[in-house]
Nanobody
């Protein structure tokens, strides 16, 4: 069974630098691509960052130079280091993995093979 479990969300002050974790079981970074999406309000999920099987990362313009996606192969955990947060970054953040291209936007928890439950990051001004 494939499972993705996020952690590290919560309330943070503007300018803060929390780190989200995504523990993945059942697949490895060599098998599939993975990424982070976020849902702001009731909108569709937007791609924050992705990491393909070759190790190439992609970032949305809105988080470029502020967020960093990394992976730890021995533990099969992916991390999203966030920085310089603003209230506009407040969202539910989802970890996702799958075989196909990661679209820039999609309905949350659809269209890709596997999703986590999500973790809320609330940024206070």
């Amino acid at each position: 069974e494939v499972r993705l479990q996020e952690s590290g969300g919560g309330s943070v002050q503007a300018g803060g630098s929390p780190r989200l974790s995504c523990r993945i079981t059942g697949i490895t970074f060599d098998d599939d691509d993975m990424g982070w999406y976020r849902q702001i309000g009731g909108s569709k999920c937007e791609l924050v960052s992705s990491l393909d099987r070759r190790g190439t990362t992609h970032y949305a313009d809105s988080v470029q130079d502020r967020f960093t996606l990394s992976r730890d192969r021995p533990t099969n955990i992916a991390y999203l280091q966030m920085g310089s947060l603003t209230p506009e970054d407040t969202a539910v953040y989802f970890c996702a993995a799958g075989h196909d291209r990661f679209p820039e936007t999609l309905f949350c928890r659809t269209g890709l093979n596997w999703w986590g439950q999500g973790t809320l990051v609330a940024v206070a001004s």
